[in-house]
């Protein structure tokens, strides 16, 4: 049981973890920080939060618990805002993308990483963003990776498991590392095949009747490149060593492809595309259980 | 209206067509040809077609319309098995994914393009294929390109098109070259995209665990790697070139990409995202509107 929750962020993310607790009483009181007077009005008025403030360090002052539910740019002034203000007995969490930026911004800040902070990312989320997308049921059945530290304090820890699987979650412990490379593989590398790919063709002349052609794969296959290009800068920058390892192995396969069509290799393509489909569809029932998109 | 229609390939595409033209009373008598015995029966079996035979030649002696739902691998051959028993009002159109290729095919069986072809390209499609999965709304406001060649005959194309009509597409006329392009842009790039990424995935050291954490963004990106490999390997040797092309402006793109995040240049990131964003947002009411996929 949370006596406390300070919410730094309350959008689709952050207000759904209040919205989760609640629902599963695993919290006393709720309070949310944000920048937007509005959002911050809506969350009251929709009881996600019990009361709100434009300063991180209030928020935290009487909490028990921190989740910060803001872009990973913003973690490290963050950080520093609460610093001072944080009770001694207080657990914080986070919800961004990558954690090894996270882990860097936490040791830049207090010197190495604290034994209360427990790096997270829930792997959930929709293209709708804000207070009034958020809902209790976002992570149900939903995997929560945390990557603690050798540094952390597993009751820290324990602490945030218990909350997440309050929430409904499946929570899965990680090295920040392989974190960062299972997301860049899974999430961050297909985000950039998107963005690529409705680039290239809007800077294609007459891409006016291209996009006009394109059928229903284009608009599945481009969907997530409707993201918010500020949250996908931040990760692309937090997670640079992990996703351009991912671009160059992606580059290779492209230019094997490239290769293999202009000699018009068949046996080769045939190879390629069997293999693709054969993991995708072994894989498709786990995928295809899940209705949202990672965050 | 059409007296005799014989489908070469009773599958998804053709077993549309032919059950399209029977609800809107726009054919008389359907023969189905195909490979495989059970299909043809079920075909029978569901009323998609009247009469049936393995021999393409056999399936077009009384007709006066050909439609060729085949791979593109097997335009060539179908077409040479035909072409002597080809009644003389007989107009033969068909639905693969490259026009180039058929247009080729049909030079070197004919010497030149014969004006009774119209080479056509229906951009419809499900996940699904065979007979089984076919419906008479496939085509409902779906577009039909047909890229008639100055050697075609305006009635023959005035036919086809009166035919997709009638199945209720919405037909455009273009060049082969140009319809090509195009494809190569708006879906088959987007194929090899999703193909090859699931590869890279695949050829990974713990794959198991990738796949694993994939959610929801994911399972759409790459549901167009479940397609046919053979159906796709037939598409690329068909459309090398437009389709090399546009790998390699991907690949300057990706380039580009990958060494903006290396200098953790965030403006150019923003810029490119944001282009990206702008374009599949302003294009998505039009793709939206498509619950279907490219063929």
């Not at 709720?30 to 809506?42: P, Q, T």
């Not at 950080?79 to 001072?84: G, K």
């Amino acid at each position: 049981m949370i006596r406390r929750l300070a919410v730094i962020g309350v959008g689709l993310i952050g207000g759904s973890l209040a919205r989760a607790l609640r629902s599963a009483d695993a919290v006393g009181e709720v309070i949310g920080c944000g920048r937007s007077a509005e959002n911050l009005e809506l969350a009251c008025e929709l009881g996600v939060i019990d009361d709100c403030t434009h300063d991180p360090a209030e928020a935290v002052r009487a909490a028990d618990m921190v989740f910060l539910a803001i872009p990973l740019g913003a973690m490290r002034p963050t950080l520093a805002a609460i610093a001072e203000a944080l009770p001694s007995d207080c657990v914080v969490t986070d919800g961004g993308s990558v954690k090894g930026s996270v882990v860097a911004d936490a040791a830049a800040v207090f010197g190495s990483a604290p034994p209360w902070l427990v790096p997270g990312h829930p792997i959930a989320g929709t293209e709708r963003s804000g207070v009034a997308a958020s809902f209790p049921e976002l992570y149900h059945n939903r995997r929560v990776i945390l990557t603690p530290l050798p540094e952390t304090d597993p009751r820290a820890t324990a602490r945030v498991r218990a909350m997440w699987e309050a929430a409904g979650a499946e929570v899965t412990e990680m090295d920040a590392a392989h974190h960062d490379m299972v997301l860049a593989a899974t999430s961050h590398l297909p985000h950039m095949l998107a963005f690529g790919l409705v680039d290239t063709l809007a800077r294609m002349q007459g891409n006016d009747e291209m996009f006009r052609y394109a059928a229903g794969g284009f608009r599945d296959f481009t969907r997530i490149a409707s993201s918010n290009p500020v949250m996908w800068r931040d990760i692309c920058m937090a997670n640079a060593d992990a996703l351009s390892e991912m671009l160059d192995r992606f580059g290779e396969e492209m230019t094997d492809l490239a290769q293999t069509i202009r000699r018009g290799d068949g046996e080769h393509l045939l190879e390629i595309f069997g293999r693709a489909k054969e993991a995708r569809d072994r894989y498709v029932d786990g995928i295809d259980g899940d209705p949202l998109e990672p965050g």
